[in-house]
């Protein structure tokens, strides 16, 4: 089964290298510079002429997990995995969706979030030092005018269409994301579970895949 890797905010594949996904061909999506005016649906067309197969399976982490579903809209796939991520925009914090509307987030820059490292730690539940250095070393290598332009889509996402191949995997603490409705909870787990609790999101992607 082929499986294409979507990564999240400030992040890439690493963020997936703890997984266990011997077995399956696995396949990363590779972000393309959005255009001006870009909304998260038309990015996501932008991105499915790189997923192929009649097995396809997309797994996308966060803003990845978003980017997924416009994709599944879009590109007809066997399951859309989900790892600490939102179906549809009412399921974002309503101070996201509040920052959305006001623009409030326009007020910082991606550059800023690049370096706010013990804010990211927190936020990101990344508590141990691999993780801090691998959440750091991601963010460092981040396009910051890409890392803003996601957060804005975010925050102004408007999907209201739950496809019916999504799965969600969850950490029940997640700080970013907070849990709303999820197929797999890992318990005690924050939003980087792919990264610190990649055992049990291994075993139930296993499950979702079986």
Same mark, same amino acid.
Do not use: C
């Given at each position: 089964?082929?499986?294409?890797?979507?990564?999240?905010?400030?992040?890439?594949?690493?963020?997936?290298?703890?997984?266990?996904?011997?077995?399956?061909?696995?396949?990363?999506?590779?972000?393309?510079?959005?255009?001006?005016?870009?909304?998260?649906?038309?990015?996501?067309?932008?991105?499915?002429?790189?997923?192929?197969?009649?097995?396809?399976? @997309?797994?996308?982490? $966060?803003?990845?997990? !978003?980017?997924? =579903?416009?994709?599944?809209?879009?590109?007809?796939? &066997? #399951?859309?995995?989900?790892?600490?991520?939102?179906?549809?925009?009412?399921?974002l914090p309503a101070l996201y969706r509040?920052?959305?509307?006001?623009?409030?987030?326009?007020?910082?820059?991606?550059? @800023?979030?690049?370096? $706010?490292?013990?804010? !990211?730690?927190? =936020?990101?539940?990344?508590?141990?030092?691999?993780? &801090? #250095?691998?959440?750091?070393?991601?963010?460092?290598?981040?396009?910051?005018?890409?890392?803003?332009?996601?957060?804005?889509?975010?925050?102004?996402?408007?999907?209201?269409?739950?496809?019916?191949?999504?799965?969600?995997?969850?950490?029940?603490?997640?700080?970013?994301?907070?849990?709303?409705?999820?197929?797999?909870?890992?318990?005690?787990?924050?939003?980087?579970?792919?990264?610190?609790?990649?055992?049990?999101?291994?075993?139930?992607?296993?499950?979702?895949?079986?």
């Amino acid at each position: 089964m082929k499986i294409f890797l979507l990564s999240g905010l400030g992040a890439d594949k690493r963020l997936f290298s703890n997984l266990d996904l011997s077995g399956h061909e696995v396949i990363d999506v590779s972000w393309v510079p959005p255009s001006k005016g870009d909304t998260m649906e038309t990015y996501a067309r932008k991105l499915v002429d790189q997923v192929n197969g009649d097995n396809a399976v @997309l797994m996308g982490v $966060s803003f990845g997990g !978003m980017v997924a =579903v416009e994709m599944g809209k879009v590109k007809p796939v &066997k #399951k859309i995995i989900l790892i600490s991520s939102s179906v549809v925009a009412t399921e974002l914090p309503a101070l996201y969706r509040f920052a959305g509307k006001l623009k409030i987030h326009r007020l910082i820059s991606g550059r @800023l979030l690049k370096n $706010s490292h013990r804010l !990211m730690n927190w =936020v990101m539940g990344a508590a141990d030092p691999v993780r &801090k #250095k691998l959440l750091a070393d991601m963010l460092r290598d981040t396009d910051p005018k890409f890392l803003y332009w996601a957060i804005d889509k975010v925050v102004t996402w408007k999907n209201e269409t739950v496809p019916s191949n999504v799965v969600r995997i969850h950490g029940s603490k997640d700080r970013v994301l907070p849990v709303r409705k999820t197929n797999y909870l890992v318990d005690g787990g924050g939003h980087l579970i792919v990264a610190n609790r990649a055992d049990e999101v291994t075993k139930y992607v296993n499950e979702i895949l079986a």
